[in-house]
């Protein structure tokens, strides 16, 4: 097995741009943690052979940190937790790989300077092993950069995770520097953030404009159909909720039925409700239920007109 060396070198050059906006974020926010993902350009970013000493493993790469993509403004922050906003962030690295098809994710970094923790934490350890590992991660080398206190990059520490390594190696400080000059990359941001801030939401598709709600739709309606009178669709305004409604007559009573889909997470329930005059009774599908619903429907008409003449009764 391969032994680590406890430093190991690897060439990474920050732009002076990066340093300031990771130093300028830190001091914005002095009580959470804050952070982004690294972006930039790399040669070699792949590993060779996954067999070779992790110091030979990247011995010819060479990471240039261009920029990073800020946590969004949906970012869940706070002195111990940072989380950032995935969908912001993809739609910004969208952006700048259109106009930059070399750039790629090159890692990550976040600062601990409301904690005083002046190592990853292991959840910060487990994290960028899966992002490491993640199919979607284009490289073989994840960049970690954690600054520890409001000094903010001068006193940070830089880590390397690899596909396939056991664990990280922490990164000499010798290798690591900064440059400074023009960085294009540095507008494209600018200009990003504010298309992506003002694109809008995407559009949410509804269960019953999908093919198979559709379906659900027209068969729920030829089911209700058979066994009520002037069945429509009705949605609900403040739910939102769909609903078929139709009429019972039976027993001299007239009674309301109302079919509703709840969304239940990502399911769609139905919930029969049966109503006559100031009574009202529901009861919530589960798959097992729906080939039962005739019988379901039946029962509580049944109950509901008991409950009705039980009142009638007891008026007199
Ligand atoms: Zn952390």
């Known amino acids: 097995m391969s032994r680590f060396p406890s430093k190991i070198a690897v060439n990474v050059v920050f732009h002076q741009d990066v340093v300031q906006a990771m130093n300028a974020e830190i001091a914005a926010h002095p009580h959470v943690e804050v952070g982004g993902k690294l972006v930039g350009h790399v040669q070699n970013g792949r590993s060779p052979n996954p067999e070779l000493d992790p110091a030979e493993q990247v011995r010819n790469t060479d990471f240039l940190v261009l920029g990073y993509l800020d946590a ?69 080398f994840y960049l970690a950069t954690l600054a520890v206190d409001a000094s903010g990059f001068d006193h940070a520490k830089h880590h390397l ?31 990003g953030k504010t298309a992506v801030l ?14 198979e709600g559709e379906n659900t739709l027209k068969e729920d309606q030829l089911w209700a159909r058979q066994l009520l009178e002037t069945v429509t669709l009705r ?28 969304k239940v997470l990502s399911m769609i329930r139905p919930r029969l409700e049966v109503s006559a005059s100031n009574y009202k009774l529901s009861f919530e599908l589960n798959e097992g239920d729906q080939q039962h619903r005739d019988d379901i429907l039946d029962r509580l008409i ?10 009638e009764g007891g008026g007199q």
């Open 161 to 191: 995770f690899v596909r396939g390594w056991r664990d990280f190696a922490v990164i000499n400080p010798l290798s690591v520097s900064v440059i400074d000059g023009s960085n294009p990359l540095t507008a494209l941001l600018e200009q």
């Open 72 to 140: 969004g403004p949906r970012a869940q922050r706070t002195p111990t937790f940072h989380l950032p906003d995935g969908l912001y962030q993809e739609a910004l690295f969208r952006h700048l790989e259109a106009h930059d098809p070399n750039i790629e994710h090159l890692g990550t970094w976040h600062s601990h300077h409301p904690n005083g923790l002046s190592s990853l934490s292991s959840g910060d350890v487990r994290g960028y092993f899966l992002d490491v590992t993640n199919r979607n991660y284009n490289l073989d």
């Open 235 to 262: 949605q609900n305004r403040i739910s939102g909720n769909l609903s078929w409604v139709g009429f019972k007559s039976q027993d001299d009573m007239t009674f309301k039925v109302r079919y509703e889909y709840l």
């Open 198 to 211: 003002n694109a809008a939401p995407p559009k949410v598709i509804n269960w019953y404009e999908t093919a």
């Open 302 to 311: 049944l109950m509901l007109s008991d409950l009705s003449q039980e009142a």
